[in-house]
Nanobody
Framework: QVQLVESGGGLVQAGGSLRLACAAS????????MGWYRQAPGKQRELVAT???????NYADSVKGRFTISRDNAKNTVYLQMNSLNPEDTAVYYC??????????WGQGTQVTVSS
């Protein structure tokens, strides 16, 4: 069983930055792919970024060049550095841990609100 706890959300002005963190319990963190997803009001949940256990990253086109995903396997934590935020980034951001044969787990989400 894996538990994921997100932190770092909040209110920021357009152009500002936030850093999200997701701390994972359990002993499979280093083998899983970790991801950040977001869901804005009235919209479907969408991929923001993923990072494999080997460090390969993937980003949604809308955040490329502005967001950076990273992981610290020693701390069982994945991060999302978000720069140049705009109001369209406003959403609940969710952390996900998944991998073949390793389950599929989600955090409870953290709210990010970007004011114009």
């Amino acid at each position: 069983q894996v538990q994921l706890v997100e932190s770092g959300g909040g209110l920021v002005q357009a152009g500002g930055s936030l850093r999200l963190a997701c701390a994972a319990s359990g002993n499979i963190f280093s083998r899983n792919t970790m991801g950040w997803y977001r869901q804005a009001p009235g919209k479907q949940r969408e991929l923001v970024a993923t990072i494999t256990n080997g460090g390969t990253t993937n980003y949604a086109d809308s955040v490329k060049g502005r967001f950076t995903i990273s992981r610290d396997n020693a701390k069982n934590t994945v991060y999302l550095q978000m720069n140049s935020l705009n109001p369209e980034d406003t959403a609940v951001y969710y952390c996900r841990s998944f991998g073949y044969g390793l389950g599929d787990y989600w955090g409870q989400g953290t709210q990010v609100t970007v004011s114009s």
